[in-house]
């Protein structure tokens, strides 16, 4: 039996922004602050702090099914997607590969680093996907040559949750002799994530995105890739990432990488559920709505509705009075009144990438959260409307 809602709670359905840290997560920085030994000096203080990374790096080595000294440990997705890309680009330089290929819907993490190396003389090429957000392996076979050093391709999307076919897109870029990236920060501890069945070159991976810390994430480097270090300095991660190493957070990292493996399969199908009853629920009983990314696979906790008649950010923050935390896309694009680049690139009609809802749930969520929301959505709905036509 669920726990009750009263009205004066508060709901959160905004977890592919963030998530609340688990309290063992807590603990083990607090513990590591208290800690506060460099794991890159030789005496007793800096190989506890050593040992810390060790075990964490370990732990996300696991989630993955990877390799420890695989892993280099970065501040997060947005700086795991641009060592990735920059690396990559700038390895190559004596073959003369000046070419980069992404899908039109990648974080901004991806699309303004590639940006940014076209502004160095790169070309850039962004695959289109069809209506549901899924990006066809034949638009990549038309566009990739003998010129493409990297193709980035994120594994799910972070505003409607679409997962898309990493491994038959990475085999391409093999084909081709291109390395392959994955943005994998929305889909790790949501879904199995396996490097080696994904056959990928690199993964980005993010902790707050599955109850660990901010500023804690890594990338994953296929043993034998070529990159170009992104920030020099010393000689920390094999030499692959200069700079000492923020232990407290990477020891909540690695608790959370833990965690997150041991109740994945238990979770993953009761947030399914929480998602399938929400939008059973929205559909149902407000006119004038849909899922944008339906009939596709997707991860087990997002869904992103459009709301006919109403401005998204008007309904986020009418949403937000009545204690629902909701999103109207990546956290990372919020102030922008821009619509959604993932919208867009599905084809949807300009009303619906200005009028979309993301809902992400997390193990915190109730069956009564849920019902609660669908009791209260449909007169906020019917008002904004309302305030519309007048």
Same mark, same amino acid.
């Given at each position: 039996?669920?726990?009750?809602?009263?009205?004066?709670?508060?709901?959160?359905?905004?977890?592919?922004?963030?998530?609340?840290?688990?309290?063992?997560?807590?603990?083990?920085?607090?513990?590591?602050?208290?800690?506060?030994?460099?794991?890159?000096?030789?005496?007793?203080?800096?190989?506890?702090?050593?040992?810390?990374?060790?075990?964490?790096?370990?732990?996300?080595?696991?989630?993955?099914?990877?390799?420890?000294?695989?892993?280099?440990?970065?501040?997060?997705?947005?700086?795991?997607?641009?060592?990735?890309?920059?690396?990559?680009?700038?390895?190559?330089?004596?073959?003369?590969?000046?070419?980069?290929?992404?899908?039109?819907?990648?974080?901004?993490?991806?699309?303004?680093?590639?940006?940014? &190396?076209?502004?160095?003389?790169?070309?850039?090429?962004?695959?289109?996907?069809?209506?549901?957000?899924?990006?066809?392996?034949?638009?990549?076979?038309?566009?990739?040559?003998?010129?493409?050093?990297?193709?980035?391709?994120?594994?799910?999307?972070?505003?409607?949750?679409?997962?898309?076919?990493?491994?038959?897109?990475?085999?391409?870029?093999?084909?081709?002799?291109?390395?392959?990236?994955?943005?994998?920060?929305?889909?790790?501890?949501?879904?199995?994530?396996?490097?080696?069945?994904?056959?990928?070159?690199?993964?980005?991976?993010?902790?707050?995105?599955?109850?660990?810390?901010?500023?804690?994430?890594?990338?994953?480097?296929?043993?034998?890739?070529?990159?170009?270090?992104?920030?020099?300095?010393?000689?920390?991660?094999?030499?692959?990432?200069?700079?000492?190493?923020?232990?407290?957070?990477?020891?909540?990292?690695?608790?959370?990488?833990?965690?997150?493996?041991?109740?994945?399969?238990?979770?993953?199908?009761?947030?399914?559920?929480?998602?399938?009853?929400?939008?059973?629920?929205?559909?149902?009983?407000?006119?004038?709505?849909?899922?944008?990314?339906?009939?596709?696979?997707?991860?087990?906790?997002?869904?992103?509705?459009?709301?006919?008649?109403?401005?998204?950010?008007?309904?986020?923050?009418?949403?937000?009075?009545?204690?629902?935390?909701?999103?109207?896309?990546?956290?990372?694009?919020?102030?922008? &009144?821009?619509?959604?680049?993932?919208?867009?690139?599905?084809?949807?009609?300009?009303?619906?990438?200005?009028?979309?809802?993301?809902?992400?749930?997390?193990?915190?969520?109730?069956?009564?959260?849920?019902?609660?929301?669908?009791?209260?959505?449909?007169?906020?709905?019917?008002?904004?409307?309302?305030?519309?036509?007048?």
């Amino acid at each position: 039996m669920s726990d009750p809602v009263t009205a004066t709670s508060r709901a959160y359905f905004d977890h592919n922004a963030t998530t609340p840290p688990d309290p063992a997560v807590v603990e083990v920085m607090v513990r590591a602050l208290a800690d506060f030994g460099n794991p890159s000096s030789v005496h007793h203080f800096g190989q506890r702090a050593k040992a810390v990374l060790d075990e964490a790096r370990s732990a996300v080595a696991e989630l993955i099914g990877a390799e420890p000294a695989e892993i280099v440990f970065t501040s997060g997705g947005t700086e795991s997607d641009n060592f990735a890309l920059r690396g990559a680009a700038d390895a190559p330089d004596a073959t003369g590969r000046r070419h980069l290929i992404a899908s039109a819907i990648e974080h901004e993490a991806v699309l303004n680093t590639l940006k940014a &190396l076209q502004r160095r003389g790169f070309l850039a090429t962004l695959l289109p996907v069809d209506a549901s957000g899924v990006v066809d392996p034949a638009a990549l076979e038309s566009v990739i040559t003998r010129e493409t050093a990297i193709v980035s391709v994120m594994h799910a999307n972070n505003e409607i949750g679409t997962v898309q076919p990493v491994a038959g897109l990475a085999e391409i870029a093999h084909r081709h002799g291109a390395l392959f990236h994955t943005d994998a920060v929305q889909s790790v501890a949501k879904i199995p994530v396996d490097v080696r069945t994904l056959g990928v070159d690199l993964l980005s991976l993010s902790g707050h995105k599955f109850n660990g810390p901010k500023g804690a994430g890594a990338l994953w480097i296929k043993r034998g890739t070529r990159l170009v270090a992104a920030m020099t300095g010393g000689k920390h991660e094999r030499n692959r990432r200069g700079g000492t190493e923020n232990v407290p957070g990477l020891a909540g990292l690695g608790v959370a990488a833990r965690l997150a493996r041991a109740k994945m399969t238990l979770e993953g199908p009761r947030i399914a559920a929480l998602r399938d009853r929400l939008e059973r629920g929205v559909l149902a009983s407000v006119a004038g709505t849909a899922v944008n990314g339906a009939g596709s696979p997707r991860v087990p906790n997002t869904t992103n509705i459009s709301f006919e008649g109403v401005e998204a950010e008007s309904l986020l923050i009418a949403l937000d009075l009545e204690g629902f935390a909701v999103s109207t896309g990546s956290a990372c694009s919020s102030g922008t &009144l821009e619509p959604s680049h993932v919208l867009r690139a599905m084809g949807l009609p300009s009303h619906r990438t200005q009028n979309s809802i993301r809902f992400s749930l997390g193990a915190g969520n109730t069956e009564a959260e849920i019902d609660l929301l669908l009791t209260k959505l449909p007169d906020v709905v019917g008002k904004l409307r309302l305030l519309v036509r007048r």
